[in-house]
């Protein structure tokens, strides 16, 4: 069957009482930007709670599907034979034929579940149920009924149109993008943050992206490496200005300067403070992380702790108590994990210690952190100056 409609099903969304038009309508944006991406005309239009996409050309099926299944807000994507006409009689011969087309082998169990919203519609629910049950049980004898645990469960709705579907696709739930202010993300090229950044997305957050460069450390295989990995994660998030900063001279002044087995969480502190600035000038509200507790020497609670001090707006740390395999998991459901695993170090790789300190002291760290003052805020400036912005979608 070529289907030229869909019926958008959002679970979370319907909880939020008068304000629900607002993601309603966030949510039918990011449809819309999805389908952009798509061969064909479309039209995503919402009537008393159901939000529908209509094809207006020929389009590929599975393009759309996919396009669909990266939306946040999206509970099930359901395609569905749509008709204006509510004649019960030629309904009854609509379904039937449905049925025929959807599904060539016919040994199923079924139910049929009709929903009555048009209340002028002569036929209640029940008898609907009744009727389209028995014309497809005598059209179809190798089918039967189960009412418990159906194979097949056949949605009539009759509204001011009549939607008929089967089929229930699941979508990334979540909310829609946008919907919950914006955070910028610290990217390096590892698994874990670009699995950070489509956690926070996910929840309705708008993305901005940080990457700390180091040539000539990294390479810029490197580089584009993170770049593909913003991409990546764009495709669920939407466009991801990615910042990158060059911190060749901030890593080797701590290098210098600095006490070897505290290099790490220096490093970090800096990173933290320059993503700060950076995330201030473009309104975000929060940082992301993809850190892990215990991961690392730098992610221990102490660790953890010493890096925050830094920082005067939130720090998300989504995977904050995941184990690697269950972001490796999720790295790999969407995407990122084969591009992470490229052998193309980042600078969190480079000059790590033989024996870094995991539960650094803040006053040590402080008194290792005097050092530098004498060019450590001219560097920093320097790097958010010359910051460039990659565009990703």
């Known amino acids: 069957m070529v289907y030229q409609s869909f019926l958008i099903k959002y679970a979370e969304i319907g909880t939020k009482g008068k304000n ?59 395609p569905m034979l749509q008709l204006e006409d509510k ?149 669920y998030s939407g466009p991801i200005p990615l910042h990158v900063v060059n911190f060749t001279d901030i890593q080797l002044y701590i290098y210098e300067q600095c006490p070897h087995e505290e290099l790490t969480i220096i490093m970090r502190r800096y990173m933290m403070k320059i993503a700060e600035e950076i995330a201030k000038k473009s309104d975000s509200l929060a940082l992301i992380t993809g850190e892990s507790i215990g991961q690392v020497a730098s992610q221990t609670v102490q660790s953890l702790a010493a890096t925050n001090e830094v920082c005067t707006m939130p720090v998300f740390r989504p995977l904050i108590g995941f184990d690697k395999q269950e972001i490796i998991d999720i790295s790999e459901k969407i995407g990122t994990f084969e591009t992470s695993i490229q052998p193309f170090e980042d600078c969190c790789t480079i000059f790590v210690a033989k024996h870094p300190v995991t539960k650094p002291n803040l006053n040590i760290i402080h008194k290792s952190e005097t050092k530098l003052e004498e060019k450590i805020d001219e560097m920093v400036r320097t790097a958010l100056e010359t910051e460039e912005v990659i565009w990703c979608d």
């Open 87 to 235: 004649d019960y009689e030629n309904l009854k011969k609509v379904v039937v034929d449905y049925i025929d087309q959807v599904y060539p082998d016919k040994h199923f169990t079924f139910k049929v579940d009709s929903r009555r919203a048009d209340k002028n519609y002569p036929v209640r629910s029940e008898q609907m149920n009744c009727d389209f049950g028995e014309v497809i049980l005598n059209a179809f004898p190798e089918t039967s009924v189960d009412v418990h645990h159906p194979d097949v469960l056949v949605h009539v709705e009759i509204r001011k149109v009549v939607n008929i579907y089967s089929l229930m696709i699941p979508g990334p739930g979540g909310m829609p993008v946008g919907t919950n202010g914006k955070a910028t993300l610290l990217l390096s090229g590892g698994i874990d943050s670009p699995v950070a950044g489509y956690m926070i997305a996910k929840r309705g957050v708008k993305i901005d992206a940080v990457y700390f460069h180091a040539p000539p450390y990294t390479s810029d295989r490197a580089k584009q490496k993170v770049v593909d990995l913003a991409k990546l994660v764009a495709r």
């Open 20 to 78: 629900r038009y607002l993601f309603e309508d966030a949510l039918i944006k990011q449809i819309k930007n999805a389908l952009k991406k798509v061969e064909g005309s479309f039209i995503a239009s919402k009537e008393s709670g159901r939000i529908y996409v209509q094809a207006l050309s020929e389009y590929d099926y599975d393009e759309v599907i996919d396009a669909l299944k990266k939306v946040f807000g999206i509970a099930w994507i359901c």
